[in-house]
């Protein structure tokens, strides 16, 4: 039996995570306000993480898919094997500070039209030290339909590490999606916007484990292009949102994504040797009235300036950030 005024469930989908999955759950066990329930779901690890994962009998609830699924099968699957109104999700290498659940109670009680719960997060290195804490500045504490999915435009505004949502809305959008390769966490927000408040807690709760792999970086840069250009040209035309996106909107939210994979590719050139990666970039360069543009960049690839406001907005935010720290 359920003794909490609201029930929240944490779930850890986990693959070949051996070497920090311990330290995952020792934070999702020391919360101040314990979870309903602790979901453990192991995608058929190779490295170990199973074995690992026997250290916790008794606290948590460990589970297999029937077979090896991807990434956002995996999520769904774990979130679909917990029972709780509320889940959050944590990655098997972040951690959560004491007081996550605690606070996120709070702010589910206090907010009964809310569907997502957002709280601010540190991001840390393999070895765990901080490397800045992540305030979200243009975030407010409450934050109404449209602006909860209007603010998702132009990327996430939401932390996989520092998030969680109700069940029934997770249920709405169809879960997490699976026809994004990266980009399945911000597509989520942004469909869930649709539905509820998004609640902000303007405190760091969770930590966010970054830890530089240029190789997967490499094989991972065509993929993030071609969810880009699967975001801008398909899912923003078709966002089932009312009124329906202006195409002046449109056109402002896929220039802004052309100029930062101009920006990007500059580190990938060799992304660009791939015909259908060049034809999708041409593609949205064209929609977004870029071609020149893009066929400047095209002859010396170069990171187009950005406009006065956006470095404006960036340096004020830099200002504030050093503030908090």
Aim: aromatic letters at 10%; glycine letters at 4%.
């Amino acid at each position: 039996m359920k003794t909490n005024a609201v029930s929240l469930s944490l779930g850890i989908p986990v693959y070949n995570q051996a070497g920090t999955i311990e330290q995952t759950i020792a934070s999702v066990l020391a919360q101040t306000a314990p979870f309903d329930e602790v979901v453990v779901v192991d995608n058929h690890s190779t490295d170990g993480t199973s074995e690992r994962l026997a250290a916790f009998p008794d606290r948590v609830r460990v589970i297999r898919p029937p077979q090896h699924l991807s990434m956002s099968e995996n999520w769904n699957f774990c979130v679909g094997a917990m029972g709780s109104d509320w889940f959050s999700l944590l990655s098997g290498d972040d951690l959560l500070k004491p007081g996550f659940a605690e606070r996120v109670r709070q702010a589910i009680a206090a907010h009964r039209d809310a569907v997502l719960v957002r709280t601010d997060w540190d991001v840390i290195d393999g070895e765990g030290k901080i490397k800045i804490v992540h305030h979200q500045l243009s975030v407010s504490r409450i934050t109404k339909p449209p602006k909860t999915w209007q603010e998702q435009l132009y990327g996430p505004k939401v932390s996989f590490a520092a998030f969680a949502c109700r069940k029934d809305a997770w249920k709405k959008v169809g879960g997490f999606p699976d026809d994004f390769h990266l980009f399945q966490d911000w597509m989520f927000w942004l469909k869930v916007g649709l539905h509820g408040d998004f609640i902000k807690i303007p405190e760091s709760l969770s930590q966010y484990r970054v830890v530089a792999r240029p190789e997967l970086q490499s094989k991972r840069a065509p993929l993030l292009l071609m969810d880009y250009c699967r975001y801008l040209l398909d899912t923003i035309p078709s966002f089932p949102c009312q009124p329906r996106l202006e195409e002046r909107t449109i056109k402002s939210v896929r220039r802004s994504g052309l100029n930062y994979l101009l920006n990007y590719l500059c580190d990938y050139p060799f992304v660009i040797d791939d015909p259908e990666c060049r034809n999708r970039l041409r593609e949205l360069a064209a929609a977004s009235s870029m071609t020149a543009t893009y066929e400047r960049w095209l002859q010396m690839p170069a990171p187009p300036p950005p406009p006065i406001r956006q470095m404006v907005r960036t340096r004020v935010a830099s200002l504030i950030r050093g503030v908090l720290s």
